[in-house]
């Protein structure tokens, strides 16, 4: 059950440059997306949310994507950073639907080179 | 800045045995849930827990698996009869009432090797 797709394991990107990080999902109920970075033997951080009315969020050096109408979203990391390299999931929820669980895609780990 | 605690960091068992797994979720949240990474696969939702009592559930969370609030800061999870492929990281989450966020806030981690 892959309601939550992340296509590529891993990525490499160099410091200073963009990180563009992916996530397609299929359950047209879900109405609210996260990104979670997560370090080794560490518990998930959150990092940035987006809901499904807006198409863009930014914080910072962090900025989210959704586009509904191909049910995907994106995570843009610029200027990328050494310690951004983690494991990065996507994640969405149904809370308009009362559903407040998460279902996480399969993580992307992304690789900053100095 | 507070934070979700777990406890143990790590547990070895043989199969079979009860396990207990806790948390200290932050104070002043109010939804507290558990889900588990199996090791190379995704984070998997386990149950969630509000006002004393279960909201929602996984097909994973069995009659093997039960939760609790036994005060007014522990959230336990327990295993009574474990099995090989229990074997994961377990993550304590918790969240402040707020459904215009949905942000959850997880622990460390909890590291379950069952043999």
């Known amino acids: 059950d892959q309601q939550v797709k992340q296509n590529s394991p891993s990525l490499s990107v160099q410091e200073g440059r963009i990180s563009i990080l992916n996530c397609d999902y299929t359950n047209s109920m879900f109405d609210y997306f996260l990104w979670y970075k997560k370090y080794p033997a560490e518990g998930p951080t959150f990092l940035i949310s987006i809901s499904s009315i807006k198409d863009k969020n930014e914080d910072g050096r962090f900025t989210v994507f959704l586009n509904k109408s191909a049910k995907h979203l994106s995570l843009h990391i610029v200027p990328s950073q050494p310690g951004d390299s983690a494991v990065y999931f996507c994640?969405?929820?149904?809370?308009?639907?009362?559903?407040?669980?998460?279902?996480f895609g399969t993580g992307t780990r992304l690789t900053i080179i100095p | 800045e507070p934070e979700v605690t777990q406890t143990p960091s790590h547990q070895v068992t043989q199969m079979g045995q009860e396990v207990i797994l806790r948390c200290v979720p932050i104070s002043n949240h109010l939804y507290f849930y558990w889900y588990r990474q199996i090791l190379g696969q995704k984070v998997e939702f386990l149950v969630s827990?509000?006002?004393?009592?279960?909201?929602?559930k996984s097909e994973i969370f069995d009659d093997q698996f039960s939760v609790e609030r036994p005060d007014g800061s522990n959230f336990t999870l327990k295993i009574r009869s474990t099995k090989l492929e229990d074997s994961a990281m377990y993550f304590c989450?918790?969240?402040?009432?707020?459904?215009?966020?949905?942000?959850?806030?997880f622990g460390e981690g909890s590291r379950l090797t069952v043999l």
């Open positions: 989450a918790s969240r402040i009432r707020d459904l215009g966020t949905g942000e959850l806030f």
């Open positions: 827990f509000y006002n004393n009592e279960i909201s929602e």
């Open positions: 994640a969405a929820s149904a809370l308009g639907f009362g559903n407040e669980k998460l279902t």
